[in-house]
């Protein structure tokens, strides 16, 4: 038995450190941006921004009728209501993404009516609409919106996410955009 017992305990050690070790966070996970979820509907508010997802649909085509823009192609449309929390210095959504399995896409920047660097008010809310021209095989996994207010993330900052079903999305041959409006809470 005196024998044995420094094995057992070197073997307990061994199995200690591992587990120790496989729940040890890696070092991008301890400093990476904190994710604030809500459902479709419901507001979230992070450090720099109040925002919610009124609707989002599919599109054959969106087009932005005072600009006469249009473009064809699998869009994602999706209407959103933003507010500064505390102060309106650079107060917008900078950054839009969309996050499908491993692959990221961003807002475009083609059309020109969108809710990207649209100024948010403190009190008004901001209603607009993102696009995502997504490739037409993304219209049935599951999604999260991503928004912040700035391009480069800043570490355990926070980034407002919203999970999109977009198997349950509806489809429309055609999305018009409109400039963002203010109104009222």
């Known amino acids: 038995m005196r024998r044995t017992l420094p094995w057992i305990l070197g073997g307990a050690l ?4 591992g587990a120790v070790t496989a729940i040890t966070p890696d070092d ?6 904190i ?3 809500a459902a479709v509907g419901d507001s979230v508010e992070s450090r720099a921004l109040i925002a ?3 609707d989002a649909t599919f599109a054959d085509e969106v087009a932005v009728p005072d600009a006469e823009w249009s473009a064809e192609g699998n869009w994602l ?7 500064a929390p505390r102060t309106e210095v650079d107060a917008a959504i900078r950054l839009a993404t969309l996050v499908v399995g491993d ?3 961003q807002a475009s920047e083609r059309p020109q009516a969108t809710m990207v660097s649209a100024p948010l008010r403190l ?3 901001t209603k607009g609409t993102l696009a995502f021209e997504l490739p037409p095989e ?10 912040t207010t700035s391009y480069f993330t800043a570490e355990l900052d926070d980034i407002i996410a919203v999970p999109l079903d977009l198997g349950s999305l509806p489809r429309t041959p055609s999305a018009e955009l409109a400039d963002p409006e203010l109104r009222t809470p």
């Not at 449309?77 to 507010?83: D, H, Q």
Request: proline residues 3%; glycine residues 2%.
């Open 28 to 33: 991008d996970a301890v400093v990476s941006p």
């Open 14 to 17: 061994v199995l200690v450190a």
């Open 138 to 147: 993304v219209t049935a996994e599951s999604a999260e919106l991503r928004l």
């Open 52 to 54: 919610s997802v009124d």
């Open 77 to 83: 449309v999706v209407t959103v209501v933003a507010s």
């Open 35 to 37: 994710l604030k979820s």
């Open 103 to 105: 692959r990221v896409f």
């Open 123 to 125: 009190g008004l809310d």
